[in-house]
């Protein structure tokens, strides 16, 4: 059981990696000039190890927006827990 717990929790771990360097590199060079074999370089991997975790490049785009969107709402999260005073600035 615990083999598994730690599998699922490398899976995230390597998810999480391919993401980021996927939004590394699509700040650099664009969404369509960057390939899945740039991105699999980007998390120091091989082509075929990105797509054990994700099927396609859209797949990776998906989980991108769900990062983004994820943080960014974390930014209204931190926004509304400040107090007014300092809110206000």
């Not at 730690?6 to 390939?35: D, M, N, P, W, Y």
């Not at 990776?60 to 943080?71: P, R």
Request: hydrophobic share 45%.
């Amino acid at each position: 059981m615990q083999e598994r717990i730690r599998q699922v929790a490398g899976s995230s771990c390597i998810r999480q990696r391919i993401v980021q360097a996927a939004i590394r590199l699509h700040r650099e060079f664009g969404f369509r000039k960057t390939t899945v074999a740039d991105i699999a370089r980007g998390a120091s991997m091989s082509p075929a190890n990105v797509y054990r975790f994700f099927v396609s490049k859209q797949a990776i785009e998906e989980a991108v927006v769900a990062d983004l969107f994820e943080w960014a709402q974390s930014l209204d999260l931190a926004a509304d827990l400040r107090p007014k005073a300092v809110a206000q600035g």
